[in-house]
């Protein structure tokens, strides 16, 4: 309602949620507050600030985020919108899904990027819906592996504070989306940095799309492992832009 619109929205994000919840925010005339870890890239930053949202930095692990977001809360009444692990947050990224699929017709596979699973488990229920033979998978990097590790325990790893290039894709998966993965997702493919870095190059320069290496590991995982994609057609998801021109890596 709008007497609780009033109070604001807050978040905790490195990338594109953060952003995104901004811009709607400032759409509808209410505060919104971001909590960042303080080691997001400045053109990540820029992005926020400019949406006119107030960022608070933390320390760059799940639980300080999440520990930042609920003292603001708790202190100025905003409403939480939680980046990742949350049904209205899996519905509304998984419309990715619904969209792919009222776009490219015939699909065998498609790849998203996994880092708290909002994304990739809302695609693969609406891809549970609407074709129910399309196989999904996710893809992560091999420095950032807590996807692919809690898979193969069968139970959540902590994030910890890993170390790569996927600045956006340092989370872990979430209570709600973990089983949603574990359930219908094919496979969560860890892939090292080098090799992340070099799909990112190709899709620039072969595609002329300024992509993040958070998104170039979906493209960096089909090259890495052909024998799974080879003759099928494929949906990429390709999740963000997000990139600081003074520190490319290569």
């Known amino acids: ?3 609780t619109a009033a109070l604001g929205v807050v978040t905790h ?4 949620h953060a952003a995104a919840l901004a811009r709607a925010a400032r759409a509808r005339g209410i505060p919104a507050r971001v909590v960042m870890p303080h080691t997001a890239p400045a053109v990540k930053r820029r992005a926020v600030e400019g949406y006119g949202a107030e960022i608070t930095f933390c320390e760059p692990v799940t639980e300080a985020r999440e520990a930042a977001c609920a003292e603001i809360a708790s202190r100025t009444g905003a409403f ?3 980046p990742f ?3 209205w947050t899996i519905a509304g990224q998984g419309t990715v899904g619904l969209e792919l699929h009222e776009q490219v017709a015939d699909l065998d596979a498609i790849i998203t990027p996994v880092g708290g699973g909002g994304l990739l488990s809302g695609v693969a229920l609406a891809f549970e819906r609407l074709a129910p033979g399309v196989e ?3 893809a992560e990097a091999a420095a950032a592996d807590t996807a692919s590790r809690s898979l193969a325990r069968g139970e959540r790893v902590p994030a910890g504070n890993p170390t790569t290039v996927c600045d956006g894709l340092r989370t872990g998966l979430g209570e709600l989306t973990f089983p949603i993965v574990r359930r219908l997702v094919e496979r969560v493919f860890a892939v090292p ?3 992340i870095v070099a799909a990112m190059r190709l899709t620039w320069e072969r595609t002329k799309l300024v992509v993040e290496a958070s998104s170039a590991v979906a493209i960096a995982a089909i090259l890495a492992y052909p024998e ?3 003759g099928k057609r494929v949906g990429v998801v390709v999740t963000g832009g997000n990139v600081d021109l003074d520190a490319l890596p290569w």
């Open 1 to 3: 309602d709008d007497a």
């Open 13 to 16: 994000s490195s990338g594109n």
């Open 80 to 82: 939480v919108v939680p």
């Open 85 to 87: 692990d949350h049904p």
């Open 136 to 138: 999904v998978f996710g």
């Open 193 to 195: 940095e080098d090799e």
């Open 228 to 230: 799974t994609f080879r």
